[in-house]
């Protein structure tokens, strides 16, 4: 094992053409040559071998559904599937004398890769008022400081109860139900940031907000679109799925505006022609469109349906379908043909004769799959692009039968499943109503605070205390020195966390780290060994046992820390047994059945290979819509323009990523190595523009409120992204999006269209 750096990465950019396929027998060394470098050859066998295997170790990065039991390879996990397991398992530990040596003012001015490679987190610690530094505290005193501070409060409302994906489904039952018992719904979650806009128009159209597809239908379309999304790099396990479905006779479409090496071809390690041979060519066409060009794309695409089922009657559409199971046919039809070529031509920089042959390929298609992911998310118009999905979906049918339907992929192991167990400040009232059935008390039915507005509401000093389940806030969220400074005016700031991350440096008056133990690692409580469970993108709920002993004694998990800390604030409010739940997972889950539909003896079928596959209404033929049918809408398409002398920007994640953690400071498939301070622009933009590979430019945004966002010192590289549009890695970039640039409806930050100029840095 490798020690942690000392210092801060060169950041000497070396340059590299994009590689032309991924994975392969390079993607197998740099997974075990990064797990190695954290951990010993025992752990990184024990975590690998058990790793999305029956009964073994959930992997804590993507949600990729995993294969049916027996027909998972013996190692079903892939690169970053591999580092990430491993980054968590560590051998490297931080304790007192770490805090001791580092004030928080100098970690404040670390880079988020040394702050993550230091190790786990071992012990309770406060950083107390006027302190620069954390100090060890008890268990029992630090719940007791953080449950003061929260019966301290004019309003429960004064508080928030943040969540990250990684936490699961029993830790994420228990902190929703402690919230509302304490009166309030501030329950915002990672999936504000980065599926949320999928979720209000799935709901919306088909009356669940989420996915339709399984791994069975990916294996037996006809046709995928890959859209928004860089499967190479964020859900790499899905290639797998991708050549799978070529090899049964699938074409796929992928819709970027950057060219993406996951989706060039794919060299599977886990095959003899994946290790010498020259793999699977994925996409088969690659519609380079301009950022938020998606809702053009689709509106000529369905444009091209109507216009076909015109000629020839009868022949293109599922009339029968769309009688029987929606609504709005006409008012949609009508508005689509409206759509002038022109515009759409505009608003995805594509030729008509691009258009038309994926439309082609459309009418010989009988089961098409759209997958998508934060690339469509992250637009203001995010909502409105998806819905136009459905409606393309709607049109043939293609809903509800196997090989068919909508797939948006989400980025974080969990984070389906925490909205199931009720971590969302909107919650329906037959949730709530079932809440309040179970537990006999009263569950607060005002709707909460997202995220984007709990950082307002911090700014403004309305909330006064943050606790954070997992995850890294900080670098999650937009506008950095605006939620930055907001965090600075809580009274108090608490993380339960893992690891180190940039969010434990930006406290409030006091702060609180409390460490727990990671997925990898055994949790034994009162009754013995417990399991958690997850769900993943395609509503398949199973088990997760860890493996590892854990890092410190002195760790919690998150289950019993949440459930010590309901204790101590509630004081007796409201019937429920925290111990109980503290020492036995399964009587959680007890609860959890007879609360959320679907999970009905639940401790008894979770235990079984491949666990349980939630329902999906969709998939019995029913849309619990207002109607009782599959709605379609009509959506209006503003384009973006970017000044003269400006570009549209787009944040992104690089290959040695996951989420806001950076493993190295490469992104090898792109050919960046050694700096993450990269701006990537098409050459023209860049003649345009006056500049050259190698100068080093300030990033400036443009904004309505016309306050000046910069990320500073960024070196130019020429990539071929689509003309008018580059791309920055996030979280140095978050900086750049304005806390008010929000999707409409869902108020998912927009950061797939940040207008910036760039601004050359004196020599």
């Known amino acids: 094992m490798r020690k942690p750096p000392s210092e801060e990465p060169d950041d000497r950019l070396s340059v590299t053409p994009p590689k032309d396929w991924a994975a392969g027998v390079p993607a197998v060394v740099h997974a075990l040559g990064y797990s190695l470098g954290q951990t010993s050859v025992r752990r990184t066998g024990l975590t690998l071998l058990t790793m999305n295997q029956t009964g073994g170790i959930d992997c804590p990065g993507c949600a990729w559904a995993d294969p049916s039991p027996g027909h998972r390879h013996r190692n079903e996990y892939c690169e970053n599937g591999a580092k990430h397991i491993n980054d968590e398992a560590t051998s490297r530990r931080i304790t007192a004398d770490f805090f001791r040596r580092h004030p928080v003012s100098e970690l404040g001015r670390r880079p988020d890769l040394w702050l993550n490679q230091q190790g786990r987190l071992t012990e309770p610690m406060v950083k107390r008022p006027g302190s620069d530094h954390y100090e060890p505290i008890s268990w029992y005193d630090a719940l007791g400081l953080l449950s003061d501070q929260l019966k301290s409060l004019d309003s429960p409302d004064e508080a928030v109860f943040y969540t990250s994906g990684r936490v699961s489904n029993e830790a994420a039952f228990v902190l929703q139900l402690y919230a509302r018992a304490l009166g309030t719904n501030n329950l915002p979650d990672c999936s504000n940031l980065c599926h949320e806009s999928s979720g209000f128009a799935l709901h919306e159209t088909l009356g669940t907000g989420k996915g339709t597809v399984s791994l069975h239908d990916i294996h037996h379309a006809d046709l995928i679109f890959v859209v928004g999304q860089n499967p190479g790099s964020n859900h790499p396990r899905q290639l797998s799925a991708l050549e799978q479905a070529k090899r049964n006779g699938a074409r796929i479409i992928a819709v970027n505006p950057l060219p993406e090496t996951g989706l060039r071809r794919f060299k599977n390690p886990q095959r003899p022609s994946g290790v010498i041979g020259r793999g699977v060519q994925i996409a088969d066409r690659f519609l380079q469109i301009r950022l938020g060009g998606d809702l053009s794309l689709f509106q000529g695409l369905n444009r091209l349906l109507l216009e076909a089922e015109e000629a020839a009657p009868g022949t293109v559409l599922d009339n029968e379908f769309i009688r029987s199971s929606t609504s709005g046919f006409e008012q949609f039809a009508q508005h689509v043909r409206s759509v002038a070529w022109d515009d759409i031509l505009a608003g995805t920089g594509l030729s008509r004769e691009e258009i038309e042959n994926v439309g082609d390929e459309v009418l010989a298609s009988e089961r098409v799959i759209v997958c998508w992911a934060m690339g469509l998310t992250q637009h203001k118009q995010a909502v409105p692009t998806i819905r136009e999905i459905v409606n393309f979906l709607m049109l043939r049918g293609n809903l509800g039968r196997a090989g068919t339907g909508a797939c948006p992929v989400r980025g974080h192991s969990n984070v389906q499943g925490d909205r199931t167990m009720g971590i969302w400040e909107q919650m329906p009232d037959s949730f709530l109503d079932a809440l309040e059935r179970e537990f006999g008390f009263s569950p607060p039915r005002a709707h909460g605070l997202n995220s984007v507005d709990s950082i307002k509401a911090m700014r403004d ?299 050359r840095k004196d020599p």
């Open 461 to 759: 000093g309305t909330v006064k205390v943050f606790l954070g389940v997992a995850g890294n806030f900080v670098r999650a969220t937009p506008d950095s020195a605006v939620t930055e400074a907001a965090m600075r005016r809580c009274r108090l700031t608490a993380h339960i966390s893992t690891k180190l991350n940039r969010s434990h440096t930006v406290c409030g008056e006091t702060a609180l780290i409390l460490p727990t133990l990671g997925r990898t690692e055994r949790d034994i409580q009162a009754t013995g060994e417990q399991f958690v469970t997850v769900e993943d993108s395609m509503s398949e709920v199973h088990t997760s046992r860890g493996r590892l002993e854990p890092a410190s004694g002195l760790l919690l998990s998150e289950v019993a820390i949440l459930c010590r800390l309901a204790g101590r604030t509630l004081d007796g409010k409201a019937d429920i047994p925290w111990e109980r739940f503290e020492a036995d997972y399964g009587e959680i889950r007890a609860r959890i059945a007879r609360v959320v539909p679907g999970l009905h003896d639940f401790d008894r079928r979770v235990v079984r290979p491949g666990g349980i596959r939630l329902p999906n209404p969709v998939n019995e033929g029913l849309f619990p819509t207002p109607t009782g049918k599959a709605l379609f809408t009509r959506n209006t398409w503003e384009k973006l323009n970017a000044p003269e002398g400006h570009l549209l920007l787009q944040t992104l994640r690089s290959h040695d990523q996951w989420n806001t953690v950076p493993y190295t400071a490469d992104d090898r498939y792109r050919g960046i190595h050694g700096s993450r301070r990269v701006v990537l622009v098409n050459p023209a933009d860049l003649a345009g523009l006056g500049l050259s590979q190698g100068e080093h430019v300030d990033l400036v945004s443009v904004w309505a409120d016309e306050v000046e966002r910069r990320a500073e010192d960024f070196e130019v590289v020429p990539y071929p992204s689509t003309r008018g549009c580059a791309a920055a890695y996030y979280p140095e970039t978050n900086v750049l999006v304005p806390l008010d640039s929000v999707a409409e409806i869902s108020k998912q930050p927009a950061s797939k269209e940040i207008v910036v100029r760039l601004e």
